[in-house]
C-alpha cells in the first residue's frame, strides 16, 4: 500500500468548513484513498473512500486529485464532536491487503 | 448503518484467566477482524477471517485464539491472560477485502490484565 503524508495537527472554527490534506504520492492505479477517524477511547470511524472521482456522503466530501496524488477531505460544518484525529490510507484491491494500517494521522482540533 | 457490537468497553481479568471477547455484525460481512491497539503501536492484526470456521493469523497470534462459529460472531479468546496483552482490542468487519471495501470498527474493549 502506498505511503501517505499528512500534517500533524490542524485547527477549525465551530461551524466553519474543515479541510485536511493528504499526501498519497505512489499511489498506483487500483488502490482507493479512505478517510478514517479516531475520537479519543473510542473505535476508528470510516468516513469515506473513493478512487478516482470526487465523493460525498452524510459526513463529508473527498477530493481527489487529476493526478491522483494527493486529497482532501471535507468537513462542511465543523463541530465540537468532530475533534478527532484523522487517518488518511491507501489501500490495493489485494487479498494481502487485509490489515489497515494507520500512520500519524492528523490531530483535528475545533474550537468553539 | 453498519454496526459492530463489542461485548464490552471496559474489562478487567487477572493474570492466568482465560478471557472470551465477543464482536457481532448485524451487516452480513464476510471478513471480521481483530486488532489490538496500543499507543506508539498503532493498529496491530491478531487474527482474520473470511467466512465461518476460516481463520487466518495476523502479525501477532501469540497467546491468542479465534472462534468463528457463525458469521455474525467472531470470538477472540486469550488462553491464558498475561500483563503484555493489556491493550485496546478492536473489531472490525468488511464485505469483502478487496481495496474498494471499508472496514467497520467496534467502539473497541479496554483490557487490563492485572
Known amino acids: 500500500d502506498a505511503k501517505t503524508t499528512q500534517p500533524p495537527s490542524m485547527d477549525c472554527a465551530e461551524g466553519r468548513a474543515a479541510n485536511l490534506p493528504c499526501n498519497h504520492s505512489?499511489?498506483?492505479?487500483?488502490?482507493?484513498v479512505y478517510w478514517y477517524r479516531q475520537i479519543h477511547s473510542q473505535g476508528p470511524q470510516y468516513i469515506i473512500h473513493?478512487?478516482?472521482n470526487n465523493e460525498t456522503n452524510e459526513m463529508a466530501s473527498l477530493i481527489i486529485t487529476e493526478d491522483r496524488k494527493s486529497s482532501t477531505l471535507i468537513l462542511p460544518h465543523a463541530t465540537l464532536r468532530d475533534t478527532a484525529v484523522y487517518y488518511c490510507?491507501?489501500?490495493?484491491?489485494?487479498?494481502?491487503?487485509?490489515?489497515?494500517?494507520f500512520g500519524s494521522g492528523t490531530q483535528l482540533t475545533v474550537l468553539p | 448503518d453498519v454496526k459492530v457490537t463489542q461485548s464490552s468497553r471496559y474489562l478487567v481479568k487477572r493474570t492466568g484467566e482465560k478471557v472470551f471477547l465477543e464482536c457481532v455484525q448485524d451487516m452480513d460481512h464476510e471478513n471480521m477482524f481483530w486488532y489490538r491497539q496500543d499507543p506508539g503501536l498503532g493498529l496491530r492484526l491478531i487474527y482474520f477471517?473470511?467466512?465461518?470456521?476460516?481463520?487466518e493469523k495476523g502479525d501477532i497470534p501469540e497467546g491468542y485464539s479465534v472462534s468463528r462459529e457463525k458469521k455474525e460472531r467472531f470470538s477472540l479468546i486469550l488462553e491464558s491472560a498475561s500483563t503484555n496483552q493489556t491493550s485496546m482490542y478492536l473489531c472490525?468487519?468488511?464485505?469483502?477485502?478487496?481495496?474498494?471495501?471499508?472496514?467497520?470498527f467496534g467502539d473497541g474493549t479496554r483490557l487490563s490484565i492485572l
Open positions: 473513493g478512487l478516482k
Open positions: 490510507i491507501v489501500r490495493g484491491y489485494s487479498g494481502s491487503a487485509r490489515q489497515l494500517t
Open positions: 505512489t499511489i498506483s492505479g487500483n488502490e482507493y
Open positions: 477471517s473470511y467466512d465461518v470456521k476460516m481463520k
Open positions: 472490525a468487519s468488511s464485505k469483502t477485502t478487496g481495496g474498494g471495501q471499508p472496514q467497520h
